[in-house]
């Protein structure tokens, strides 16, 4: 079974960074467009920012200029840098992997941006 697993979640403080990572088992994720996605409570999932296999990003305008996603194929990895941390950045923030009409998603990773 394809597994995601975020990491680096935590309690930062406003202006703060943070860097999250995803890794994966039993899936080479270098083929694949790879995102980032976040969910408040109460709130519908949505878009961060999303890499694909030759790297072009895309991001939302709410973080654009403050995160970076990335990916180190070598690790199987992607990551997610967060700078200039805002309060309205706290959320819960999955990984997605889409196969088509498939989304795959990881168990997600708590960020919480308060003083």
């Known amino acids: 079974q394809v597994q995601l697993v975020e990491s680096g979640g935590g309690l930062v403080q406003p202006g703060g960074s943070l860097r999250l990572s995803c890794a994966a088992s039993?899936?080479?994720?270098?083929?694949?467009?790879m995102g980032w996605y976040r969910q408040a409570p109460g709130k519908q999932r949505d878009l961060v920012a999303t890499i694909t296999s030759g790297g072009t990003t895309k991001y939302a305008n709410s973080v654009k200029g403050r995160f970076t996603i990335s990916r180190d194929n070598a690790k199987n990895t992607v990551s997610l840098q967060m700078n200039s941390l805002k309060p309205e950045d706290t959320a819960v923030y999955y990984c997605?992997?889409?196969?088509?009409?498939?989304?795959?998603w990881g168990q997600g990773t708590q960020v919480t941006v308060s003083s």
């Open positions: 039993r899936v080479i994720l270098s083929p694949y467009t």
């Open positions: 997605n992997r889409r196969v088509g009409p498939v989304d795959y």
